[in-house]
């Protein structure tokens, strides 16, 4: 899918509404009219309108007989409110996206790829996340900063975003900047803030007003246009965003304390017993009714920040020149200095895809019904990522279940439940596929490439005749020979078994990028 879209403009026949002082009447509907852009989102209204609108977190005060163009987001299935920036965030905000550290965490699926490349929801990779968040809140330049295994990841952005984001009188960009060696610095990369300030000699040639500061390995689907707005509005320094917690996950977070304006006054790193309750907070202030802010007395840090321009500079390169981490030095050092730091509620689903569990339940939890977790369906805000071109998937006598099917794939009579099975996956007959996460592969073998690999004694990619596998994950251009069972009968926990294919974490048998699992082999 490419993520070249329409941008909204008015023509002589616009799609208009007219709001008139006590009446309830919409009046003439007539048609919507795309120009060419790159780029979906955009809030257009008309000069007359200007002079009487007040856009101010979704809420608009209307003089008789006002007309409002509608945009494609009003229209839509989206249930997001008006935004008014200005100026628009393609032209006023830089998107920083983070490409994180080595994530040892989640090895083996890192062991030859970014912790952004790692493949999720069987057609797309985590960093498209991100990326397409910002697409669709009109954020259109983007960089990227990575260090480790970073070959794939620039690969995928290349090919999903680089040729398809800029244009005349348009000048959106992803570009990937690596951890580099300088004269003034010869260090790599030390954390989240030291990142962005050996780069800040490219992101203040910008004419911006803030810094979007994100995470590259996180699921969730968010407006970064009211984000930024809210930000904005309060006169903010810096505004991170906040996820309400209930007690039982809130000390595996670092926490955050406001006072009655939404201001930050106190941080916490995964407090535990009296610091915990300590940290409990009226979140009614930040916008949750009575219910919820009792089941939700706490607001953790997603590692979300907007930060005005002036701001940054100052702060990294005069305030807290030697910090590090913006989550546990820098942050926190602006509140100490008597900064403005506001909190931001995001009241949605997010996932911090940080541990191979938390991986496997994000994936797992996109066939849940009646509601996935996380959504891959939603029109008014997709998730892009790169054109393959691939044939759609062929099933075969197959009994599939409760679960996700990728591009391009060939099943043939086997039965998956509760699965998601990755691009250009081969499965054989009689083959089960259970509570699974099949990544599929990067290319097709052919007959004659099979043949061949029978004769050297090895295996072609994809799932043999009669084998079965339960609550796995199996990654890339694995090649699983026939009768093979990997159930995890035993309920081992933990096990590093790199030289046979394989590692065991939380119950989880991962098998790797690559591997060969031989016929027969039971794990």
């Known amino acids: 899918m490419a993520v070249s879209m329409g941008t909204l403009k008015p023509s002589p026949h616009s799609f208009i509404i007219e709001r008139i002082d006590n009446a309830d009447r919409a009046i003439s509907f007539q048609s919507l009219s795309f120009a060419s852009s790159h780029l979906s989102g955009d809030k257009l209204i008309s000069p007359a309108s200007l002079r009487s609108t007040r856009c101010s977190s979704g809420v608009s005060s ?51 790829r970014a912790k952004p490349a790692v493949p999720l929801g069987a057609n797309y ?43 005349y009188k348009n000048e959106g960009f992803v570009e990937v900047l690596a ?15 030291d990142a962005v300030r050996q780069y800040l000699w490219l992101f203040e040639e910008h004419n911006v007003l803030e810094y979007l500061i ?36 809130a000390s595996a977070f670092g926490l955050m304390k406001i006072d009655e304006d939404g201001r930050i006054i106190e941080f916490a790193e995964k407090p535990k017993g009296e610091q915990l309750k300590a940290m409990q907070v009226d979140t009614t202030i930040l916008g949750l009714d009575d219910e919820k802010a ?9 590692g979300i920040y907007v930060v005005s321009k002036d701001v940054m500079l100052n702060l990294l390169r005069e305030r807290f020149p030697a910090a590090n981490d913006f989550g546990s030095e820098v942050i926190p050092g602006a509140t100490s ?43 008014s805000a997709p998730i892009y990522t790169q054109p393959r071109y691939l044939p759609p998937s062929k099933m075969l006598d197959a009994d599939i279940t409760d679960s996700v099917i990728g591009e391009g794939c060939v099943i043939k009579s086997c039965k ?28 097709y073998e052919t007959d004659a490439d099979r043949i061949l690999l029978y004769a050297k004694g090895s295996l072609p990619i994809g799932i043999g005749k009669n084998s079965h596998i339960k609550r796995a994950i199996i990654d890339k251009n694995a090649r699983i020979g026939d009768n093979v069972k990997i159930i ?21 048998v991962t098998v790797i990028k690559d591997a060969l699992i031989p016929s027969g082999t039971i794990i």
């Open 62 to 112: 209307y003089r008789s007989r006002t007309p409002v163009i509608v945009s494609p987001k009003a229209v839509s299935d989206s249930t997001n409110a008006q935004t008014c920036l200005d100026p628009d965030a393609s032209r006023s905000v830089l998107g920083i996206i983070l490409g994180g550290g080595a994530g040892t965490r989640l090895y083996p699926l890192t062991k030859k």
């Open 125 to 167: 990779r985590l960093i498209d996340i991100s990326v397409s968040n910002c697409i669709n809140s009109t954020i259109s330049k983007i960089y990227v900063l990575t260090q480790f295994n970073s070959a794939s990841l620039n690969r995928h952005l290349s090919r999903a975003y680089t040729s398809n984001m800029g244009g």
């Open 179 to 193: 951890a580099q060696q300088s004269p003034e610095n010869p260090n790599w990369f030390q954390g989240t803030a």
């Open 214 to 249: 994100l995470a590259g390995d996180h699921l969730y689907r968010m407006d970064y246009e009211k984000f930024i707005q809210a930000h904005r509005e309060s006169d903010a320094d810096i505004t991170v965003a906040a996820l309400p917690m209930d007690e039982k996950r």
């Open 294 to 302: 009792r089941e939700k007395p706490y607001i953790a840090s997603m």
């Open 337 to 379: 200095i008597g900064l403005r730091v506001k909190a931001y509620l995001f009241d949605d689903y997010w996932e911090d895809i940080g541990t191979i569990e938390a991986f496997y339940n994000a994936n797992l939890g996109i066939t849940k019904k009646p509601v996935p977790d996380f959504s891959f369906y939603d029109r």
């Open 416 to 443: 998956i439940h509760h699965s998601v099975i990755g691009l250009r996956s081969c499965i054989s007959e009689e083959a089960i596929i259970e509570d699974t996460l099949l990544m599929g592969a990067d290319y």
């Open 488 to 508: 995890n009968s035993d309920n081992v926990q933990e096990a590093a078994r790199e030289s046979d294919g394989y590692f065991i974490h939380s119950g989880i």
